[in-house]
């Protein structure tokens, strides 16, 4: 992110207008050198230094290069103490907490956007991006208030008509802000309104549908909210320590600091790191079991009786692998940026996190359908009734003595 910054400030002038709109500009009395003038006025603000006053007295003696590992440093034992915190807190201040990183990456994104293009005065710019962000955040929780508090959400009676028609008022929604859109389009800058239209939706695509995964995985259970983010972080804190001590030959050159030597030892650290923490959480229920609502006291619970993935399994390794290896695999383990630069990796990773939970872990909830089941008609129930006892009659499961009973 602090990259792209740096080369939209540098490229202050793409994408260029298209030659119908400049000769429409000329004909209206604008010539292309007025055009160049004003966008060669439009300057990203300079990055200045906002490190505490506090910090910057302290460390006054030290070369730049070691004020800004203690800086770093810092800063980033304060965000994981501030991290083990909201886990404490629960699942609820955990959502809330998403939902605030999710509108700060939205807000530096659409600020790039928006300071490149600002001169043009494009009319209803930001307004509509917070809007759209309004309508996706309206649809993603609405689904997720809709499917974990299924119970709460049929027993209030506005509640249960939102519910009902959530599609439809979402599609409202946006509909109606797609038409705010098109009144705002102004004839010279077509190309332009639509070229930031875009940077909006890719935005909510990169920021809210991953977000909205994090919450997803989060009900699924603790073990796969804490894991992923704590090896991202853990991959950024070793792959700058390697980086700083060993790190020699440069990585990509879009990213110059980054190194070869960085990212191999950030790569081992966050394996082993990850296997260590998942052993020691998959021994707790309360990080294993999936969150659930309780009915009854209108709380969350996680309760559960863990299941065989949790569980350490024995598996044989090839001979031919033992003989190359030679050792047990078994008994081997006894400054940061905007937040869109600290939170970039932990969307990808939830949106992988939630792909394999969905692929190899998640089965249906016996609770959710049960659920399901009791809004039904009761006509609709009871064929529900006779075709699962039919099924478990051919099973073998259900005898006729027990039909009779």
């Known amino acids: 992110m602090t990259e792209l910054r740096q080369r939209m400030a540098r490229e202050p002038d793409a994408p260029p207008e298209d030659k119908e709109s400049e000769a429409e500009a000329k004909a209206d009395g604008e010539t292309a050198s007025d055009s160049e003038s004003r966008v060669e006025a439009v300057t990203l603000p300079t990055s200045v230094d906002d490190t505490p006053e506090v910090l910057n007295r302290a460390l006054s003696n030290l070369s730049s290069r070691w004020k800004n590992w203690w800086v770093r440093g810092i800063l ?94 979402s599609f409202t929604l946006y509909l109606t802000g797609f038409c705010m859109f098109v009144l705002s389009l102004v004839k010279k800058h077509y190309r332009l309104q639509f070229y930031m239209f875009g940077w909006t939706h890719v935005t909510l695509l990169i920021v809210v549908t991953q977000s909205h995964l994090v919450i997803h995985n989060l009900f699924e259970g603790m073990i796969w909210f804490i894991v992923p983010i704590s090896c991202v972080i853990c991959n950024d804190i070793m792959a700058y320590m390697f980086g700083f001590f060993f790190g020699r030959t440069p990585l990509i050159k879009l990213s110059p600091k980054k190194t070869w030597e960085g990212f191999i030892g950030g790569c081992f650290a966050t394996v082993v790191f990850g296997l260590l923490l998942s052993y020691v959480m998959s021994g707790y229920r309360c990080f294993v079991c999936p969150v659930e609502y309780n009915n009854d006291t209108n709380s969350f619970t996680v309760d559960c009786e863990p299941s065989d993935l949790f569980r350490l399994q024995e598996y044989n390794i090839p001979g031919v692998i033992q003989s190359v290896i030679g050792w047990d695999f078994a008994n081997t383990i006894p400054g940061h940026g905007g937040i869109m630069d600290r939170f970039d990796c932990q969307y990808l990773m939830a949106t992988f996190v939630n792909v394999y939970i969905a692929s190899f872990i998640r089965g249906p ?40 009973e």
């Open 365 to 404: 909830n016996p609770s959710k359908l049960v659920q399901q089941f009791l809004t039904l008609r009761p006509d609709q129930q009871l064929h529900i009734f006779n075709m699962l006892k039919s099924h478990l009659t051919d099973k073998g499961m259900l005898t006729a003595a027990t039909e009779d």
């Open 76 to 169: 980033t034992l304060a965000m994981i103490a501030f991290f083990f915190i909201i886990i404490y807190l629960g699942p609820m201040v955990l959502m809330m907490i998403v939902m605030c990183v999710q509108i700060k990456c939205f807000h530096e994104i659409i600020t790039i956007g928006y300071n490149v293009y600002h001169s043009y005065d494009l009319p209803w710019f930001r307004t509509l991006s917070w809007y759209f962000l309004l309508c996706v955040n309206y649809f993603f929780y609405g689904e997720t208030v809709t499917d974990y508090f299924f119970t709460l959400v049929q027993r209030e009676e506005p509640l249960r008509i939102l519910s009902k028609y959530h599609r439809f008022i």
